[in-house]
């Protein structure tokens, strides 16, 4: 066996086994506290200020967006993934986190080298991604 191998398993003795029913159950929350929020705003947006439905969703995206990027630039949204876990990860907070995130982290290496290029890896897997997944699903819906 080699030393690698004996310092993986000397380590795994000590690392602390993970509750995946209490993360869950904490993601389920808060990832259903941010999207009753975001309902909430979405609301808002429409009884309130009276714009349409349309209007309102994409307000109400936009909002969720530049607060996620509030909060990553003033460093709090790690403190709430942490405690969050995939609630606060998968959602679209969690993308907009991870592109913010990234432009503020290459910021010195310019506007296209830096930041719009390292922007794009993120998001343009998620792009890709997002699109192969609708391809797929619009296929199977459209035969169904």
């Not at 009276?50 to 403190?79: E, I, K, N, W």
């Not at 907070?93 to 296209?112: D, I, K, Q």
Request: proline fraction near 1%; include cysteine; charge should be positive.
């Amino acid at each position: 066996m080699k030393l690698r191998d004996h310092y993986q398993q000397a380590v795994r003795k000590f690392q602390p086994k993970p509750s995946y029913l209490a993360n869950s159950f904490q993601a389920f929350i808060s990832g259903g506290l941010v999207c009753a929020g975001a309902e909430g705003l979405r609301a808002l947006y429409m009884n309130s200020w009276g714009f349409s439905s349309d209007a309102a969703q994409h307000l109400m995206m936009l909002t969720v967006m530049g607060l996620a990027v509030l909060l990553t630039a003033m460093g709090r949204y790690d403190t709430l993934s942490q405690f969050a876990g995939a609630g606060a990860t998968v959602l679209l907070t969690g993308f907009a986190n991870s592109l913010a995130s990234a432009a503020m982290e290459h910021r010195t290496e310019g506007w296209v080298g830096g930041i719009a290029n390292h922007m794009f890896k993120i998001g343009g897997a998620v792009i890709v991604y997002g699109m192969v997944i609708a391809y797929i699903l619009g296929v199977i819906y459209s035969i169904v």
